[in-house]
């Protein structure tokens, strides 16, 4: 007889069975029936939005000072606004009764309902952080149509979604005004908007691959998001579609209804008679959000027939910055719920986002420590998107300066506003660590040289800003 000895490994593997956590235990949804709770619409309409609605599901279980804290930051940092569905509040502290203690260090609410607390004081932004920190609305080809790699496009279909993340790369557009940023508004209407981007798709045979986004398609009125899906896959060039929703995660009661499965059906039916490919990209960052739930709202779609389900969660400090809480979440959406760990984002340079960024070092060490337990198709890469330049596996820079938390980068190819720019391929591009995560030298170095520096870079920002200008007059190839 032989007996099973494991090898002791850094990261113990053992297969962990989904669990819907009780919803009751909130004493605001103690009398809500499975049916309200499987219900999108119950799920919509009962969104946490505010403050006194988040106090009517909680009750007394959290004392009054979180609350205060959590108004604070809405007046006083956020950068998005308050918007979490039932089914994500109800991943909070999900073992346990409710209590301050501990919803405060809880890594969903970490990010969906951050405190002032949690913000850092010292350099709560990076002086290079900005609103559009990936110059996304500078490559419109069209409104909201961003063309950023040689062969792929994002568009963004619309500027909202079911539940807003604080950390939100989007939150130039995304979302309402919060009392700290005022929202880009779309000019065009829908319909227009829509129109444009087809017709730039139309006539740039280069581009094979569109990401459908927002904000979140899930908030995107079936019948308009199925005719505009059906129309990339009448554009003989478009053979990738990549529909980007969160909510298979924050409301996957969505993705379970009946006129949405049958949509997705004709429409991964359409993509197969062509040889093209339909796959959903959604958004998760921690273990305790994988429940049952999300795990049939996955199985409904793979089951219409689209290629796949694949996730892209965001690295951020205090919520899964360390091997096993990537590691348990790449396990859980693999063997729980059959979502493949693709990419892990590093989180962007935005305004207030210091308590949520690591520094390159950190994710080449989780990156480094997460290889080998995954199948190498589901082994997630940690990649950090480098303004101007685009999604860089961390391991890819070209030099590191570590004391002043600085990473340079090449890329090889050029974004739609780099036609004439003969510097593009050449040039190296910067990437800034958090400051607080650097020596006291560095630190030193940036309380005495961060005015400079901006005034650097805003130098080569306006230069990069006329080219792009001079460049709108040149035809499109
Ligand atoms: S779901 Fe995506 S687009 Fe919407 S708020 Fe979250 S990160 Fe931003």
Redo the contacts with the bound molecule.
């Keep these: 007889m032989t007996q099973e000895r494991s090898l002791e490994q850094p990261y113990p593997y053992s297969r962990v069975e989904l669990v819907e956590p009780d919803w009751t235990r909130f004493p605001g949804w103690r009398d809500v029936t499975r049916s309200d709770w499987e219900s999108a619409q119950w799920q919509r309409a009962h969104c946490v939005k505010n403050t006194k609605q988040l106090r009517s599901v909680l009750g007394d279980l959290v004392s009054d000072a979180f609350y205060a804290d959590l108004e604070r930051d809405q007046a006083q940092r956020a950068t998005?606004s308050m918007l979490v569905p039932p089914q994500m509040v109800n991943t909070m502290m999900p073992r346990v009764t409710p209590s301050t203690d501990a919803l405060y260090p809880d890594p969903v609410r970490r990010y969906m309902l951050p405190v002032f607390s949690d913000r850092r004081t010292d350099w709560p932004s990076h002086p290079h952080a900005t609103r559009d920190s990936l110059h996304e609305h500078d490559m419109w080809v069209a409104e909201g149509l961003t063309h950023r790699y040689p062969t792929k496009v994002l568009a963004e279909m619309l500027p909202t979604?079911?539940?807003?993340?604080g950390?939100?790369?989007?939150?130039d557009l995304?979302?309402n005004s919060t009392p700290v940023i005022d929202k880009l508004k779309f000019a065009l209407k829908p319909v227009d908007r829509v129109e444009r981007m087809l017709e730039y798709l139309r006539t740039n045979p280069g581009v094979r691959d569109v990401v459908v986004?927002?904000?979140?398609v899930a908030n995107m009125p079936w019948p308009r998001l199925e005719a505009f899906v059906d129309a990339l896959l009448d554009i003989d060039n478009i053979r990738d579609i990549r529909l980007?929703?969160?909510?298979l995660m924050?409301l996957p009661q969505h993705w379970l209804q009946d006129d949405v499965r049958a949509g997705m059906e004709r429409l991964a039916g359409k993509a197969t008679q062509r040889g093209g490919s339909i796959a959903i990209h959604t958004?998760v960052n921690h273990a305790n959000s994988v429940t049952p739930l999300v795990a049939r709202a996955t199985r409904a779609m793979l089951d219409t027939g689209i290629r796949d389900v694949r996730n892209q969660g965001?690295l951020m400090g205090g919520i899964n910055d360390d091997a096993h809480a990537l590691l348990d979440l790449c396990f859980n959406l693999l063997d729980g719920a059959q979502i493949m760990p693709y990419y892990f984002y590093m989180c962007d340079m935005i305004p207030f986002s210091e308590h949520w960024r690591v520094s390159v070092g950190q994710a080449q060490a989780l990156q480094h420590a997460i290889m080998g337990y995954l199948p190498g198709f589901a082994t997630p890469r940690i990649v950090c998107d480098v303004p101007f330049v685009g999604k860089r596996w961390v391991h890819q820079l070209e030099s590191y300066d570590r004391d002043r938390g600085i990473s340079y980068w090449t890329k090889n190819y050029r974004t739609s506003i780099e036609r004439a720019d003969p510097d593009a391929l050449t040039r190296t591009y910067e990437y800034y660590d958090p400051i607080h995560t650097l020596p006291e030298s560095g630190q030193e170095w940036w309380r005495q040289h961060a005015g400079d520096h901006l005034a650097a870079a805003e130098v080569a920002a306006k230069a990069s800003r006329e080219a792009a200008e001079s460049q709108k007059s040149l035809p499109v190839p």
Excluded: L, W
């Design positions: 998005m979604c079911p539940q807003y993340c950390h939100c790369t989007r939150m995304v979302g986004s927002g904000g979140d980007a929703t969160k909510a924050g958004h965001v």
